[in-house]
């Protein structure tokens, strides 16, 4: 999505799309986790994520 549209999501799941609150999705991404990361030490494993390609 861009150009800033919206999700077609319901007043209850815009909660946790990052578009619909329009927030930037997470810049790294683990690959251990399989998912997008705020940092580069992930969180959730501890191992190193990637940053994401622009």
Excluded: D, I
Aim: with cysteine; net charge positive.
């Amino acid at each position: 999505m861009t150009g800033g549209e919206k999700c077609s999501h319901t007043p209850e799941e815009r909660k946790g799309c990052a578009v619909c609150r329009e927030e930037e999705p997470e810049p790294f991404w683990c690959g251990s986790c399989n998912r997008g990361v705020p940092q580069k030490r992930c969180p959730y494993c501890g191992l190193k994520a990637r940053k994401k390609k622009g």
